[in-house]
């Protein structure tokens, strides 16, 4: 056999020349660590379908914010569980509602954390939907209104950023034009705009007891199979207002981050969802993977394909790993 002319394994032989030369890097920097919030106080239950997540009252949510923000994560994004559901979630835009609470809570107490919040109605309805329901279908523009009181209340009590989540048709133009209103011109949106119909949302709507009460949420979300309709979705977020677009979920979805990546050229945000989370746990529980090897390679899986921030419930893990030097 002729002699190669070129060896890749020359440069694959100790952990510096491959530190060298890695294309892609994951840093703390780019992490948003996912909360969930309820009244109360002392509260820490466990989420059993999210080993080492937990439904926390704000005085615990505070607390985890701050370790979170100790090890370097500079962002959290909060979901709110509210005590009393109605079918126009108005717990969602309530003054004293218990995001608008956490959200006081933790700038009060780590002002430079970043806080995102997540604007949707599904945690707060009764029906688990994510807009108003009326005979049976969830309507889009009597929607709209309640979104933007949300995101305006949000950033009344303290959220440096909305992420509108609902995936009804006009929102960020709905939130954009609120927010402007309420003098707010400043605030940036992150839009959750191609989010899929996904099964991998499972052990989320646990946590959140966001389980719609009636059919499903494929009328508004996207078709898994569509990938192009992504680039349309992206692009109607981007005209009305987005200052960084969401691919969600992350892992089944490389492809659909590369390509928004690509032809947008903005901020990728990539939201690896409580499935792809408590597959590697339960995986790395039953010693059927390396847990933490699983998980650095999925977070940087992510990040090759194109995100710019990653939202992950591993986002202390990743960072505990990546202060001792932690590598895929």
């Known amino acids: 056999m002729p002699y190669p002319v070129f060896r890749p394994r020359r440069l694959r032989e100790s952990p510096l020349l491959r530190s ?37 009252s704000v005085d615990e949510l505070v607390k985890e914010a701050k370790d979170a923000a100790g090890m370097g994560i500079p962002a959290v994004l909060l979901f709110g569980i509210p005590k009393e559901k109605d079918p126009r979630g108005s717990e969602a835009y309530a003054e004293a509602g218990i995001v608008q609470q956490a959200i006081r809570a933790v700038k009060d107490t780590i002002p430079d954390l970043l806080v995102i919040t997540d604007v949707c109605l599904c945690q707060y309805t009764s029906h688990g939907h994510c807009g108003v329901v009326e005979d049976g279908r969830v309507k889009n523009d009597p929607t709209l209104d309640l979104l933007a009181r949300t995101a305006v209340s949000h950033v009344e009590a303290g959220a440096d950023m909305v992420a509108p989540s609902d995936m009804m048709d006009g929102r960020v133009a709905a939130v954009r034009e609120a927010l402007d209103e309420a003098g707010f011109p400043e605030s940036p949106i992150m839009a959750y705009s191609a989010k899929y119909a996904s099964s991998f949302y499972g052990p989320f709507r646990d946590a959140a007891e966001s389980t719609p009460q009636f059919g499903d949420r494929r009328s508004y979300q996207m078709d898994p199979a569509n990938a ?101």
Not at 241 to 251: E, F, Q, S, T
């Open 20 to 56: 060298l030369i890695r294309e892609t890097t994951l840093r703390v920097d780019d992490l948003i660590y996912p909360l969930f919030t309820v009244h109360g106080r002392g509260v820490r239950e466990p989420i059993p379908s999210m080993p080492g997540q937990y439904r926390l």
């Open 228 to 328: 192009m309709e992504a680039m349309r979705e992206v692009a109607l977020d981007v005209d009305e207002g987005a200052d960084i677009v969401m691919v969600k979920p992350a892992l089944p979805y490389l492809d659909v981050i590369a390509r928004v990546k690509g032809e947008f050229g903005m901020p990728v945000a990539a939201y690896s969802v409580s499935g792809e989370y408590a597959m590697i746990k339960a995986a790395g529980r039953l010693g059927w993977l390396d847990e933490e090897r699983a998980m650095m390679e999925a977070l940087v899986g992510i990040r090759r394909a194109g995100a710019d921030l990653v939202i992950t419930y591993f986002a202390k893990d990743a960072a505990r790993l990546l202060e001792r030097g932690g590598t895929p």
